[in-house]
Antibody, heavy 121, light 107 residues
Framework: QVQLQESGPGLVKPSETLSLTCTVS????????WSWIRQPPGKGLEYIGY???????NYIPSLKSRVTMSVDTSKNQFSLTLTSVTAADTAVYHC???????????????WGRGTLVTVSS | ENVLTQSPGTLSLSPGERATLSCRAS???????LAWYQRKPGQAPRLLMF???SRATGIPDRFSGSGSGTDFTLTISRLEPEDFAVYYC?????????FGGGTKVEI
């Protein structure tokens, strides 16, 4: 069965760049919409955006200037880069796959367990 | 954005009891595009319901979803020990996608 596993540094300094990778095992990364969703400590889940292929991405307005998502099909991985981080970016970051049943089906049928990223000096 | 408010924050019940979880939206959810997820410590969130009332693959029929417009409910008819977890709703009827704050179902 398809599984997702997030990886990356658990600690990032303020003003630096957060980089996370999600490895897809048991299935192909192609022809799917991949998203990142985060949860700050004590708060709810926040959708960050999606990547489908080059030129087909979408990020929430509040993070758009700092976020980049990409896919490496040769490694079956997709990634998140978030620049100029602050303490407000401290969160558990999940990768997730959009359900495949049509464009309007913007819910997530597969998630990773998540990885905690702390922004602190 | 469409803000989702879940209640109660915590639900204390026993195995065999019925659980009723509420998700209220600040605006009507287009086409009842509402999903529910279950999250257990150390595990990936699991899709339970979509379209407000459709069960995802492999979800037992003790889970049911209902509602429309701004008020939605997830019902667990008879709690099993493995159902004690945190539950989140998510709307996908409008951009940006938003999630509720979660309801913890505890023993």
């Amino acid at each position: 069965q398809v599984q997702l596993q997030e990886s990356g540094p658990g600690l990032v300094k303020p003003s630096e760049t957060l980089s996370l990778t999600c490895t897809v095992s048991g299935g192909s990364i192609s022809n799917n919409y991949w998203s990142w969703i985060r949860q700050p400590p004590g708060k709810g889940l926040e959708y960050i955006g999606y990547f489908y292929d080059i030129g087909n991405t979408n990020y929430i307005p509040s993070l758009k200037s700092r976020v980049t998502m990409s896919v490496d099909t040769s490694k079956n991985q997709f990634s998140l880069t978030l620049t100029s981080v602050t303490a407000a970016d401290t969160a558990v970051y999940h990768c997730a796959r959009k359900a495949s049943s049509g464009w309007s089906s913007w819910y997530f049928d597969l998630w990773g367990r998540g990885t905690l990223v702390t922004v602190s000096s | 954005e469409n803000v989702l408010t879940q209640s109660p924050g915590t639900l204390s019940l026993s195995p065999g009891e019925r659980a009723t979880l509420s998700c209220r939206a600040s605006q009507s959810v287009n086409s009842n595009y509402l999903a529910w997820y279950q999250r257990k410590p150390g595990q990936a969130p699991r899709l339970l319901m979509f379209g407000a009332s459709s069960r995802a693959t492999g979800i037992p029929d003790r889970f049911s979803g209902s509602g429309s417009g701004t008020d939605f409910t997830l019902t667990i008819s008879r709690l099993e020990p493995e159902d004690f977890a945190v539950y989140y709703c998510q709307q996908y009827g409008s951009s940006p996608l938003t999630f509720g704050g979660g309801t913890k179902v505890e023993i």
